[in-house]
């Protein structure tokens, strides 16, 4: 099992810039597809962002294209998300997730462990 924990939401205004990071423990991090997912009140969770355990590839949902930037330092076992031009929509509980193996692209559905989640709220 792995251990997540989110940090760096808070408020801001439409426009601003936000960095979330995720710290993991337990199995190797750097092995690991990381993904980032956001939960909106009266919303279902919506899949934001992934990156593979290089670091190389990543791909996110439309709504975040050019705003969004997810990385990792392998070294600190610490994913991130970079999100700028924040707007009023981007108003969530952020969490990132790990899928259930190493070296293992999952679908959307099938990520098993989860952080607690940080609150991101974006005033207009």
């Known amino acids: 099992q792995v251990q997540l924990v989110e940090s760096g939401g808070g408020m801001v205004q439409a426009g601003g810039s936000l960095r979330l990071a995720c710290a993991s423990s337990?199995?190797?991090?750097?092995?690991?597809?990381m993904a980032w997912f956001r939960e909106a009140p009266g919303k279902e969770r919506e899949f934001v962002a992934h990156?593979?355990?290089?670091?190389?590839?990543?791909y996110y949902t439309d709504s975040v294209k050019g705003r969004f930037t997810i990385s990792r330092d392998n070294a600190k076992s610490t994913v991130y998300l970079q999100m700028n031009s924040l707007r009023p929509e981007d108003t969530a509980s952020y969490y990132c997730?790990?899928?259930?193996?190493?070296?293992?692209?999952?679908?959307?559905?099938?990520?098993?462990?989860w952080g607690q989640g940080t609150q991101v709220t974006v005033s207009s």
């Open positions: 997730a790990a899928p259930p193996r190493r070296y293992y692209f999952p679908a959307i559905n099938e990520y098993v462990d």
């Open positions: 337990g199995r190797t991090f750097s092995s690991m597809v």
């Open positions: 990156i593979d355990w290089s670091g190389r590839s990543t």
